[in-house]
């Protein structure tokens, strides 16, 4: 690790050069103007941020508040430093969609760079029910168009985790699983597709959401004429956390 | 700023402690292991990440690559440390809904505090053009169901931005304004709309689009029978550049 606290600018971009050089994680405090140029361009005049360039090549960088950052560019970023009209000037390009991230550097409090090792698994745990409740209210993470209709619907031998009606006017049951999926989820969905059917004489649709589907299961499922969502539990539950954390979330759910 | 490079956890626990009351803005690169209860539950094992207390309360866990955070808390959070079975604990709890982030660290790298001082604008710029194409390509940004028929459907005096078939089978010409809307945008709105009845003959919505409307431009707006959809550039441009940044994005989007 090496740390400087409020270096040169000199020393601070041979401090930057040489992180690069040997890909380590990079984090400066310092005071600092953002520009962006892509689809869109934006500009952040000075002020004191956090910018942390990692070791795959993303680049963030965070204000003294918000849990989002003003400004980042995706793993796969060509980075560079240089010293120009007395500013550190960071550099982080992408080439496709081409974009350009450029934080110009006028003063740094702090900086540090090393290797940084992260190996570990990252474990979430929620119930079916949990998963079942979130899908019900956020139905467009299954597929855009569906309104829902009843969550938990009797049904003889069973019930229904979600009945929705879709775009085009069709009730689709949703069997949830948490983990991968077998057999026996879809023999089940195709039960109460069937039971669904016979008590309406009206076209049903079956879709089994997991986070996967077991091997050769995908078959059966085909055969049966049902329809398989995979499902990012992790993302499921920050849908779920930026519902509630922010009133300046996606416009979707305004 | 005071920054410790490779304290004793005893010395980091009254470091934090130091940047909490004072509120500061905290980092540490540090070995560790975070847990998540909340609506879900997550665990992430031991691994060497940058932790940032944030003086809103907002809390980020960042492993060295992606740039999305592992964890994060939203601000507002109550944060406070621990010493506790030979770990520095950092906690950070919501309370509506109900969310607990613990952090517990096992070595400290790097600690750093401060206040931050940011004020400046973020401003972001993008043609009326590159917004009426993400939105073509994004409908559900304006509503949900909304299918696209058209880009820049030449109409008797000028082009409709977009035309769109909404849940119910009704036309839907949008018009794009970047920045505040005001009248002239209303009558040309309004003027798109009544072309396009004398030609179909059909019930046709007009929604004007825009990131604000100007004073007083709300009544005209409804006595004319239209609607408005107030926009969010910053958040319309992230959305297309997640859309290009990465294969694990919202589901909606795969």
Redesign the interface.
């Known amino acids: 690790?090496e740390?400087l606290?409020?270096p040169k600018l000199q020393e601070a971009y041979e401090a930057v050069k040489r992180a690069l050089e040997c890909v380590h994680?990079c984090?400066l405090?310092a005071n600092c103007?953002v520009k962006y140029w892509?689809?869109?361009?934006?500009?952040?005049?000075?002020?004191?941020?956090?910018i942390?360039l990692?070791?795959?090549g993303?680049?963030?960088v965070?204000?003294?508040?918000?849990?989002e950052?003003?400004n980042?560019?995706?793993?796969g970023s060509r980075l560079s430093a240089e010293l120009k009209d007395g500013k550190l000037v960071v550099r982080a390009v992408r080439l496709r969609?081409w974009?350009e991230l450029v934080v110009e550097v006028y003063e740094v409090?702090?900086l540090?760079h090393?290797k940084?090792?992260?190996?570990?698994?990252?474990?979430?745990?929620?119930s079916e029910g949990?998963i079942r409740d979130?899908l019900a209210n956020n139905p467009?993470?299954?597929e855009?168009?569906l309104k829902r209709v009843e969550v938990e619907r009797k049904v003889e031998g069973g019930s229904i985790d979600i009945l929705f009606i879709d775009?085009r006017g069709r009730l689709v049951v949703v069997e949830v699983k948490r983990g991968t999926a077998g057999a026996e989820a879809v023999i089940q969905l195709k039960k109460y597709v069937e039971r669904l059917k016979g008590e309406l004489g009206r076209d049903v649709r079956g879709i089994l959401v997991a986070e996967d589907l077991a091997r050769g299961v995908r078959g059966l499922l085909v055969r049966e004429g049902l329809e398989f969502k995979?499902?990012?539990?992790?993302?499921?539950?920050e849908?779920?956390?930026e519902q509630?954390?922010?009133l300046?979330?996606?416009?979707?759910r305004?």
Chains 1, 2 share one sequence.
């Open positions: 690790m740390a606290v409020r994680f984090i405090i103007e892509g689809r869109a361009s934006s500009k952040l005049g000075r002020g004191q941020r956090v942390m990692k070791q795959d993303s680049v963030l965070h204000r003294p508040y918000g849990y950052p003003v980042w560019q995706p793993p969609p974009e409090h702090l540090a090393c940084l090792r992260d190996d570990a698994r990252f474990e979430m745990y929620g949990d979130l467009e993470l299954i855009k168009g775009e995979k499902i990012d539990l992790r993302k499921l539950f849908v779920s956390k509630g954390a922010s300046t979330h996606w416009l979707t305004c």
